[in-house]
């Protein structure tokens, strides 16, 4: 920025406060460039250049060095979690992993290293990027995720395997109606169901169960089992009905 001769009370009041804004960070859009699962700790590199006047008020940018050591966020409370991989692009698990830093008001460095309980800083800078917290899945507009739906929540693979989580239902494998449907609160498949009515048919007729707890239960086997059970209890009608 370019250094005003004589400025006036509000030139140097501007100039303060721009130099000031120039240190403080808030949040970023970064890259993971290392992960360590173990400690859920990142390094990432920022995505936004840092833009500045030099000395002869041309504008320049310069590359924000990579933010070491940050701790990734995964929303876990109560005993429960829901977890991603995160990739960095070298582990096989697809391109690297991109999101939002965030970088704190005050050094987090003595509240992450201790349990969880409050500290003094110790250090008492403010937003300094070295205060980042990773929160995986900010993405470009450019590279959107593919598959979201509009009416429904999915946990799952972008137009893959899912668990698709419905008002009235839960479907499993991919949204299509001819997948397994877990129905209301009771968070059995109809297959299940079926196959469950049957094979207490067969403990209540004395013959072994149509499939076994492991067996899949395609529509081509209930189809099997459903005619099975009419050959046995047709059987047992003609017998032991007779006999009362």
Sequence with gaps: MT?????????????????????LHTCLPGVVTDYDPATQRANVKPLVRHA????????????????????????AAGGFMLTCPISTGRNGLGPATTGLLI????????????????????IDHRHDLSDGVFVPGLRPFGAPLA??????????????????????????????????????????????????????????????????PSSKASAGALATAITTFQAAAASYLSTEVKSL
């Design 103 to 122: 970088f704190a008001e005050a050094s987090l460095d003595r509240w992450l290293s201790g349990s969880g309980a409050e500290v003094d800083p110790k």
């Design 52 to 75: 500045y006047q030099d000395e002869s008020d041309a504008r320049q940018t310069e590359s924000l060095s990579v933010v070491t050591g940050v701790p990734v966020q995964f929303m």
């Design 147 to 212: 598959g979201v739906p509009s009416d429904h929540a999915v946990f799952g693979v972008p137009n893959g395997l899912a668990i698709h989580l419905r008002t009235d239902a839960i479907k499993l494998g991919s949204d299509a109606a001819t997948e397994a449907l877990v129905l209301g609160s009771t968070y059995r498949t109809q297959e299940d169901l079926v196959l469950t009515a049957l094979n207490t048919l067969c403990a209540a007729l004395a013959v072994e169960p149509l499939l076994g």
């Design 3 to 23: 250094q005003i001769r004589n400025p006036t009370l509000a030139q140097a009041i501007d100039a303060h406060v721009r130099r000031a804004l120039d240190e």
